[in-house]
């Protein structure tokens, strides 16, 4: 096959192995844009708390007592030391670190520095946590690492609309599924966005959704992708899948929601994480909700078995890019642009083939 000059192409194999290139997707990706970070159900009350890991950093995100979620980095302005611990859990009145007791109030504000003497002249008003941007949407809870820039509803632009008939406020967590895998977060995100390998590799999808009615609407200026498909019949799911730039997915279905992101790891490696939610999580429905959630996590199982064998392929030097597909592998093709894009703003990066 003779590809001309009009031919597009994926980014070099370099790009999805290269360390230099991973700390400026830290810096000019991941850090910019909102990450999903939690849901609102885990800290109902003033003092519940969360933590997490956001591009290398320990977060926690608290509900103060004006009931507001805000995010901070989880480590004591005076050494360093990690503040709260556990996946989840309530800090009391004040945020008191374990190694010299500096405590901080809920909102992030220096409460006492203990025993800390005269000697020094010391400002607690500039000795605060250090915090980072959190809002919530819809009962989940979103973190930006670098403060300041357009608020999370602005980000998320037509999802906001697109995801409106979907009831999410009224979808309760039902589980999750975390799986660490040696996948670029590009390569995952190529995958997501076409479904030219459906066929080949999700038997069960295309059993329930009628697949050659499948199509991505790309957005490039917004930065988000609309994927839908119908069901087969009336009887089956209805899905509507939204992803924005880098790597939030919204898997909305009429029963309940997939909501999915990854956490890069380093190049070459991330932490694919899912939650379930459903309207009805009784014990009654726990067995029909687990099948469903089952049925949903196969299809990730199924991409991951291909392409960690495709990240083992380009980390071994030999193959140099990929031709891609204008009528089946255009949203990849946007895709990748995203994120050359996104570095260009540091300066030019190199994009020729190995």
Not at 39 to 64: C, K, M, Q
Not at 210 to 229: G, W
Not at 243 to 270: C, H, Q
Not at 318 to 333: D, H, Q, T
């Amino acid at each position: 096959m003779i590809l001309g000059n009009d031919a597009e192409w994926s980014l070099p194999a370099s790009a999805y192995r290269d360390p230099a290139r991973f700390e400026a997707e830290r810096k000019q990706i991941f850090a910019k844009n909102w990450l999903l970070f939690s849901w609102s159900e885990r800290i109902p009350n003033p003092g519940d708390y969360v933590t997490g890991e956001l591009s290398g950093h320990g977060i926690f995100a608290i509900r103060g007592d004006d009931g507001k979620v805000r995010a901070f980095h989880n480590l004591c302005r005076h050494r360093a030391a990690q503040l709260v611990s556990g996946e989840t859990g309530s800090c009391g009145g004040l945020i008191v670190c374990p190694y010299h007791s500096w405590s901080y109030r809920r909102d992030g504000r220096l409460f006492k520095a203990v025993n800390f003497g005269t000697e020094t002249k010391f400002d607690a008003s500039e000795w605060g946590l250090i915090a980072a941007d959190c809002e919530e949407w819809r009962g989940l809870v979103f973190v930006r690492l670098d403060r300041g820039g357009p608020s999370l509803v602005e980000w998320l632009g037509p999802v906001v609309d697109l995801a409106a008939p979907f009831p999410l406020e009224r979808q309760h967590y039902f589980n999750k599924k975390e799986r660490v895998v040696d996948v670029d977060w590009k390569i995952y995100g190529e995958n997501y966005l076409e479904c030219y390998h459906c066929r080949a590799m999700h038997p069960g999808l295309c059993a329930t959704l009628d697949i050659d009615r499948y199509e991505i609407n790309v957005f490039p200026e917004q930065k988000y992708f609309h994927l839908q498909a119908p069901g087969r019949s009336m009887d089956d799911t209805q899905g509507c899948y939204l992803y924005r730039f880098p790597f939030l997915m919204l898997n909305l279905y009429d029963w309940g929601s997939s909501i999915a992101t990854v956490e890069p790891l380093g190049p070459g490696k991330l932490k694919h994480i899912n939650w379930y939610f459903f309207e009805d999580i009784s014990p009654e429905k726990a067995e029909e909700n687990q099948k469903t959630a089952d049925w949903s996590a196969q299809i990730i199982t199924e991409d991951l078995e291909v392409i960690t064998k495709v990240q083992k392929n380009i980390n071994g030097g030999v193959f140099p890019r990929a031709p891609l597909s204008k009528s089946e592998e255009y949203a990849v093709i946007a895709f990748d642009r995203m994120c050359e894009d996104a570095l260009r703003f540091d300066g030019p990066i190199a994009a020729a083939a190995e």
